[in-house]
């Protein structure tokens, strides 16, 4: 059991609502390997390097490259789909939920709905939650680091 998940269990009720919160949005708009994306950009933003380093072993998995993963967290990964995400997501984090209206429509302008919107805020939220505990406790991290950007 990673350091992180034996560290939320320490109340089985957050572990437990955790763990079904992230098991029910796999079935939302993102799929795994977006979803891996997803998490380390929040986790760069957030500073988070337990996060940093558990999901860029889980973006490997899901067939990103290394290299893949420090242009995702940087904001530069080629594709238009990926910036516009990365400056939602850190507007979100930045603005406290605040995303320009211009910025809205280069979202939905990719073809993405108001269902993939809350998606997005749901796997921010998550991503946060074990960025903040990790931030909190500072346990070990059981992970190979990730690359300074």
């Given at each position: 059991?990673?350091?992180?998940?034996?560290?939320?269990?320490?109340?089985?009720?957050?572990?437990?609502?955790?763990?079904?919160?992230?098991?029910?949005?796999?079935?939302?708009?993102?799929?795994?390997?977006?979803?891996?994306?997803i998490y380390l950009i929040v986790s760069q933003f957030n500073g988070c390097e337990y996060c940093l380093a558990s999901h860029t072993q889980s973006a490997i998995k899901n067939k990103w490259t290394e290299e893949e993963t420090l242009t995702l967290r940087a904001g530069t990964y080629p594709e238009q789909k990926w910036q516009v995400i990365y400056q939602v997501i850190k507007s979100v984090i930045e603005q406290k939920g605040l995303v320009s209206d211009e910025l809205l429509a280069e979202f939905y302008t990719l073809g993405y709905n108001e269902t993939a919107l809350i998606d997005l805020m749901v796997l921010i939220n998550v991503m946060s939650f074990t960025?903040?505990?990790?931030?909190?406790t500072q346990i070990p991290i059981d992970f190979p680091p990730a690359k300074d950007l």
């Open positions: 059991m990673p350091n992180l998940y034996a560290t939320i269990g320490y109340s089985a009720n957050a572990l437990n609502s955790y763990l079904q919160y992230v098991n029910e949005q796999a079935r939302g708009t993102f799929h795994a390997k977006e979803r891996e994306a960025n903040y505990t990790y931030r909190l």
